[in-house]
């Protein structure tokens, strides 16, 4: 019945999760009316079962076939366009083919077989059936046939009228006539009918349309309200949630950087805090990007409905997060700044207990550096522990400063990491004398020191009570002057501040040379990569004579300058050649003697000639003759060298010099200046003009040793040289991995803007990339993480101050 139908249909689970729109009763029972053909008020089984059928109508002429395989199957015959096609089984695809073929029943005869649902080249040939297309394509189909038999009748009656025009209109031809005359009037009407039908046809069409129309806007309507009643709920709950978890985790950070020591170990309680936040700011970011990106996509252009209300709350939600994620960002800086001071605090104690043991026993660096690690590549955690335990004194830790100052050093300290924590710098900030002795009225200048210059720390901070000023034993780096200086004024002038250790790192390969002059012997080859402790220096070395000539190649004529002499040969470039030149006309012959030889060709004034003997005197003649060979062809014979009325026709040139080594021909006077080109070893210059000298001043130079070998040796202060320093910064994001092989695991991924702390050396790996050893600021982890690319273009960690990467 009606009544349970109705019911049914609105418990349907299936129904309602179509779009979320409810279907109006009056839906369902319309739609039981019309299962109800026979107007019964009740459904037979027949006619329930009618609307479970799967039918289709042929939009294009096709065979039905005995099989589901077009190449085997036969051909039953040929559907025509309309024809009304019941499926019996599910579509299956003839692979061979790639067509999606049914088994099916024809309506019109009963043929059963296989027909395609659409071709491999997209041509659909059949469509699901619908009664309401069904009945309007049979509306139309009659309509068109009652059209056609009007036309048809209206066109026969014309013609016999025609014919009947011509004839008389008495007797029977006149009867015949008339009756003619009614029929048309009658053809006439019932195309009338057949207009007014049609219209009311197309009325009906346009009724159904708008119906369906507002149907759909009903459902869309509804389906909207759903739609954003539920955008609204989710992330309302998923941003209270945000919210709630971000106000905790900030509330909990702030509190923390107020009172930073208030824990046995803060550094703990940071991290665990700072986990916290990371994941509060997730939520907020997770919850922003639900409420303007995700839903504001989908509703920002909607000008009306439901839509619009929602679009208004989610603007409320967001100006009710924005400022917990700045909160929550401002929380996590804050917290790795009081992170920082709380570290920094504890290892300048390790530093300063460190420091002082090494004056207690008397030790150097290095020195302390081989008594703990016992001959290892670092000192062990323990050993270190142990040794700072043993510290006595002032300098002796609390528990608490020893755990914290340990923190970072599990995987135990590298000689890089003991020396930043024994070695202390200070840098000038204001010309201050250099003195012989700690009491000032008494000790003599050894010299100013300008401001900029760094100092080593040789020993602590000591107060001359006779003047009230703190002083302190340094050695200047760039002389290695050893004496006293004032820290602070009584007034409280600065003039040291700390300072970092200095070291430089080669962006190119270069030769480190035994003293601080250009000429010196070269100690060694440092590789692009290596970092040097400057131990002296940086400062300039004596200035440098260059003698320069100007000339021309003989080779190709190129004029410019070349440098004769200067500080790094001993020897000249050049040397003068036994060269002679044309200077007067004279004959080329094939022998000694002038009266028996033959001439070979004519010698031109400015020709040159490489001699081959020595001159001989011919006697008899009265004359000097030489065996050359000249420079222009190769040609070699006798040539008189002065006549026997003392006329010179060849002479020894004095301009003409052999280049002893390859060296520049320049552009200009000063050395450096554009090249021309090369002149090679063994090249002909002619000197026009020079020698003359030029004064050069000297290079910035350094002394440096190798963290990686410990050979040292000086360096000029070049483009290739850059400073370094030990404390990264993450560029990019970067692997930090376990061992330095590539393919080695993963233990984290640095994140931009991390901090990390080198433990060794940088070294090359085998495709040109470059890899530091490294330990994490923020959890402590140790690994290896590339510095850049094998290009050198990819930066990935940057020293921290020296803009090395820019």
């Avoid at 008389?168 to 003619?180: D, N, Q, R, V």
């Avoid at 129309?213 to 739609?227: L, T, Y």
């Avoid at 400015?606 to 001159?615: L, R, S, V």
């Avoid at 290739?720 to 990019?732: A, D, F, I, L």
Wanted: some cysteine; glycine content about 6%; aromatic content about 4%.
């Amino acid at each position: 019945s009606e009544v349970k139908f109705v019911e049914f249909m609105k418990a349907l689970p299936e129904l309602k999760a179509q779009d979320g729109t409810p279907m109006a009763e009056a839906q369902f029972k319309a739609a039981y009316d019309r299962m109800d053909d026979v107007g019964g008020g009740q459904v037979a089984a027949r006619q329930f079962e009618e609307h479970f059928r799967s039918r289709f109508v042929v939009v294009a002429v096709l065979a039905i076939t005995d099989q589901l395989s077009v190449d085997s199957g036969k051909v039953i015959r040929k559907l025509e366009a309309n024809e009304v096609v019941e499926a019996l089984a599910d579509p299956e695809k003839d692979e061979k083919n790639s067509i999606t073929r049914v088994k099916v029943r024809a309506e019109k005869d009963g043929t059963e077989g296989w027909v395609a649902m659409a071709g491999n080249q997209g041509t659909v040939f059949l469509v699901p059936y619908s009664a309401y297309e069904a009945c309007t394509r049979k509306i139309e189909d009659s309509l068109q046939e009652l059209l056609e038999a009007v036309n048809e009748t209206m066109a026969m009656l014309k013609t016999k009228a025609d014919d009947l025009s011509k004839k008389s209109s008495l007797g029977p031809l006149g009867e015949a006539k008339a009756e003619l005359m009614k029929m048309r009037v009658r053809a006439s009407k019932a195309q009338t009918s057949h207009s007014t039908l049609k219209k009311k046809i197309a009325e009906a069409q346009k009724g159904h349309a708008e119906q369906l129309e507002k149907e759909k806007a009903r459902r869309e309507e509804v389906a909207e309200k759903a739609r954003a009643a539920t955008m609204v709920e989710e992330a309302t709950i998923l941003c209270d949630a945000a919210a709630e978890q971000a106000e905790k985790a900030a509330a909990t950070a702030e509190a923390l950087v107020a009172t930073p020591s208030g824990d046995d170990n803060p550094l703990q309680v940071m991290d665990e805090v700072t986990v916290a936040l990371i994941a509060a700011e997730a939520s907020v970011s997770k919850a922003l990007d639900k409420v303007m990106k995700e839903n504001m996509n989908e509703i920002r252009k909607v000008e009306k409905g439901p839509f619009v209300e929602a679009r208004r709350l989610m603007f409320r939600l967001k100006v009710k997060l924005a400022p917990l994620e700045t909160r929550l960002k401002k929380a996590v800086e804050a917290l790795q700044a009081a992170r920082g001071r709380v570290a920094g605090d504890a290892q300048r104690a390790v530093a300063d207990a460190l420091r002082a043991s090494a004056r207690q026993l008397d030790m150097t660096a290095d020195a302390l550096f081989a008594k703990l690690s016992q001959g290892a590549a670092h000192v062990a955690a323990s050993a270190l522990r142990t040794h700072l335990e043993s510290v006595e004194g002032e300098a002796r830790l609390k528990a608490s400063q020893l755990e914290l100052g340990l923190h970072g050093y599990k995987a135990g300290v590298t000689r890089l990491g003991l020396l930043a924590m024994l070695q202390e710098y200070k840098r000038c900030v204001k010309d201050i004398a250099l003195t012989t002795a700690f009491e000032v009225k008494t000790s003599g200048t050894i010299r100013k020191l300008e401001k900029g210059e760094l100092l080593e720390v040789l020993g602590g901070v000591s107060t001359d009570e006779t003047v009230g000023l703190e002083r302190v034993r340094c050695r200047a780096l760039q002389d290695r002057a050893e004496g006293w200086v004032t820290v602070k004024g009584n007034q409280g002038t600065l003039f040291i501040e700390n300072a970092e250790k200095p070291y430089m790192i080669l962006k190119e390969a270069a030769a480190v040379q035994k003293e601080n002059e250009s000429r010196s012997d070269d100690a060694r080859a440092v590789e692009a990569g290596e970092v040097l402790e400057v131990l002296e220096g940086p400062r300039k070395e004596a200035a440098l004579e260059v003698v320069r000539v100007r000339g021309k190649a003989r080779k190709d004529g190129k004029m410019g300058w070349v440098t004769l002499k200067d500080r790094s040969h001993m020897e000249p470039a050049l040397e003068l050649t036994k060269l002679m030149i044309c200077k007067g006309t004279i004959a080329l012959t094939t022998a000694f003697d002038i009266a028996s030889c033959n001439a070979i060709r004519k010698i031109e004034v400015g020709e040159m000639m490489e001699q081959i003997e020595a001159p001989k005197v011919d006697e008899d003649k009265k004359m000097t003759r030489v065996h050359i060979r000249c420079s222009n062809d190769g040609k070699e014979g006798w040539a008189t060298m002065k006549g026997n009325q003392g006329t010179v026709y060849i002479a020894e040139s004095m301009s003409h010099h052999s280049c002893r080594r390859s060296v520049p021909l320049e552009a200009a006077f000063a050395s450096g200046s554009k090249v021309h080109r090369t002149l090679e070893a063994g090249e002909i210059f002619e000197v026009l003009e020079g020698p003359s000298t030029e004064t050069k001043e000297g290079d910035m130079r350094f002394k440096g040793r190798s963290l990686r070998s410990g050979r040292e040796g000086w360096l000029p202060m070049t483009k290739v040289v850059q400073p370094w320093n030990p404390r990264h910064v993450c560029k990019k994001p970067a692997a930090l991995r376990e061992t330095q092989e590539t393919e080695s695991k993963a233990v984290r991924q640095l994140a931009e803007g991390e901090i990390v702390e080198a433990l060794d050396a940088p070294a090359a790996e085998a495709g040109g990339a470059l890899l530091l050893r490294v330990r994490a600021d923020r959890d402590g982890l140790v690994g290896y993480a590339q510095v850049h690319a094998a290009d050198a273009k990819e930066v990935f960690l940057e020293p921290i101050g020296t803009g090395a990467g820019k």
